[in-house]
Each structure stands twice: as structure tokens, then as C-alpha cells.
């Protein structure tokens, strides 16, 4: 099965099957997802596989951008609620959900990345700041929606990120069950944080 | 050479070598650190440091406790303090040493370890938690000197560590200049909150 043969699927066998390159990254880290793992846990051929992806390191940035792709769908709705803090609420619970995922044995496979490669320059790494890069913007237009107009929003983005990484430790690493309670009283205390009128405004 | 072999060379020739286990665990995540490679990168036979270790995963515990007193050698000085906020921002600068420095190719390898077997269960899992536990114990045991009464310590300590693995994520990953500031700015916004009085005090 060769690139034309894959795409001839359709989209649904393409995210099949980088639904299961997602676990395996999850469970053994992004390092140890290569073609050849990928095939034997789908039962497919290496050749069709490497045929499609080409190469370890483009199947590695699919599969971060595929996870990437179903985090966005989880918060996507968010969009629907109204602008201020409500949405930024969603998000979180949206990430959580995700964090959560019984389907990812390991917890989120761009988490487990950012540390993996944190050090290795390369397309990898670049594909991860990009996608570091985006989910920061995209926290720092919720906050802008309600934060007081002199509030860093950068600031904001840093500390949101903080509360879904230590959730991620707290829930996966302790498996602490008050993990989202500390979690909700740190973004409620960001929240008020973000709506204080600041000096510099 | 055997356990009496190593033994004998003293403390610093072990620590020495779990000076380099650290470091290999840092790059190549604590999974990728075995008796083989840690005998390759210190040119030392591989049957040596078996006998001394015993297995794999007694090495990599080994390290993950010499890693941690490493970091208490960076945080203990913070002791000479009196009590009180001066000691949180202590600890968090020498947190923040820790994951700046040089001799760590990938960062903590604790926290790398955290995202690596957060699903395995084992014994490393078990002295992973442990090291956790005390380090959350040691900043409720700094808040508790300064924090309203009513303020829940675990949410604070919960709080701090959001801090420390978004400043490792912002220096590390992101190499953002800015990482320290937003840690600081953070960690100044938390001690505010610790001392704001509660309705439940």
C-alpha cells in the first residue's frame, strides 16, 4: 500500500491509524514510536506505512499534530459560549478530559514530547513549538476577552499552562483524586487574577 | 569489582557515577539509563556496577534519590532564612538552578521520569511518588510559615509545583527569555495569595 493507496482510504483509515500511533506514544513516549512499532501493533505492512509517512520524524510530527487535532476537537465547542471567563473554564475542562483519556495509557503524548525533545534540535522539536506556540495564543484571546486591559496576557498563558501541567502531574503522576479541585481553585484564583485592575493599565 | 569494591572506593566514587546516571537519565530520559550504558559512558565493567546495583531498576532509583539530593543540596541553604516568604522564593531560585543547569543535557530528570512512568507500575513509580511526596511536604512546610490560616497548604504546594514545571517547559522547551519573569511574577501572585485572609480562617 503505497501514499496513493493510503490517502485512497480516506481520511478515516489515516486517523486510525494515527489514533493508534497516539497511544503508543502516550505509553512508551515519541521516541518510541517508529514505522516499524506503528505496523505491528496495526498488523499493516512497514513498506505501506513508510511508503505514506516517509520517514520516523514525519511520522512522529503527524501523530503530534493528530493528537494536537483532538485536543482542538475537544475544545473547539468553547467557541460557543460567550466571550469572558466561561470559556476559559471550558478549555481547561476540555484539556482535562483529554489529560483524563482512558485511551491514552500514558497521558498526553505532546506533555511526554516537550520533555523528550526539549533537548534534540531538529523538525520535532520545531513541530512542537509550534504547536506550544499556538495553544498559547489561543489562551491568550480568551484571557484578553475579560482580563483588565493592563494584565500581561503572555503572563496569563504561562499561568494556565502551569495549572494543565501540574494537573497532568497531579492526576496521572500521584493520582491524586483532588487533583481537579486544585486544578479549578488555581484558575479560579488566575481568573480573578486576570480581571484585577493593574497599575500598569 | 564487586558491592565491597565499590564501597570501598567511597562515597564520592559513587557518586561520581550516579553523577553521570543522572546525567544520561537527563538526555536520554530514565528509561534509557541501564547498567550497560551507564558502564559504556563510564568506561567501567558492566559486571562492577551490576554487582554493585544489582539490577536496572535499583540503578535508576538509585539515581532518581541522588538526583534529589542534589536538589536538596541547592535548597537546603534556604533553611538559614527566617521563616517566612523569603524562603519560598529561596527554594524556587534554587529549583530554577537546578533545571538551568548545564550538566543537565535534557533538565530534571525527576520531573522527565514523572511523564515516563506515571503509568508504570513498579518500583520506580513507588520511589517517584515518594520523592513527591516530600518535596510537596517541604513547600506546605514553607507556606504554612507565613500563609493565613485558612489558606489550604496542599493547594499551595500544588500551585508552587505548577510553577516549577511551567518554568521548566518555558526555559526548556520554549527557551524562553522571559521563563524566569513569568516564574517570579507567578510565584509573587501565590504569596499574596497565601496571605490574603479566607472566609474559612
Redesign the interface.
Known sequence: MGRRGLADKGDSTRGRILDEAVRIAS?D?L?GLSIGVLAAALDMSKSGLFAHFGSKEALQIATLEHAAARVRERTAPGAQLPPGPERVRFLFRAIQGWIDDPGL???CPI??A??????RDGPVREA??GL??RSTERSMALFAEFADPGQ?L??LA??F???C??YH??A???REP??GD??R??LE?LIE?ARRPTAGA
Open positions: 505509553r513516549g521516541g495509557p500514558g497521558g506533555t511526554g516537550c520533555i523528550e525533545f526539549d533537548d512542537l513549538t506550544q506556540r500581561d503572555e503572563q504561562f499561568e499552562r502551569a495549572i501541567l501540574a502531574h497531579a496521572r503522576m500521584l483532588r487533583a486544585w486544578a481553585n488555581a484564583s487574577k
